[in-house]
């Protein structure tokens, strides 16, 4: 037995063209007006000075093994785009649009994508620290402690 399906025929109007997939031209994202997304090694102390907060993201053994940012916020790296990202479920009290991160990870490349991500997101402060806590070292600039005394965890 062989089953054969008809089906009545019938014209559809002709569809619309496509949108294109492209802008015309082409959208480039700046974080702001003359200010770059990292901040290099040599002007740490001057945008703590200024009043960006530093967001430790290394994890507790790499800050004991070569110390703690004073003053520093401590987070997990899983955990700081929820609680650094406004008006999330799990968002920082400090979080906002207008809050001024300066995201700081062993090498730099973690805090890179947590700044993008960040801006995405409507929070246009945040930084990262060119290099990461390995430049601050090198130079020998980060004020730092071998306890989490002067840390502040989440």
Known sequence: MTLTLEFPSRTLPAAAPAPAILPATPVVSVPSAGAPLSVQPGGFTAAVAAGAVVVDLRDRASRHAHGALLGALALPLDEA???????????????STTARWLIVTEDGYDA????WHLQARGVRGTRFLLGGHR????????PAETSDAHTFFL
């Open 112 to 115: 890179e994508w947590v700044a």
């Open 135 to 142: 430049a601050l070292r090198a130079a020998r600039i980060a």
């Open 81 to 95: 785009l929820t609680a650094l990202t406004p008006h999330g479920p799990a968002a920082l009290r400090s979080a």
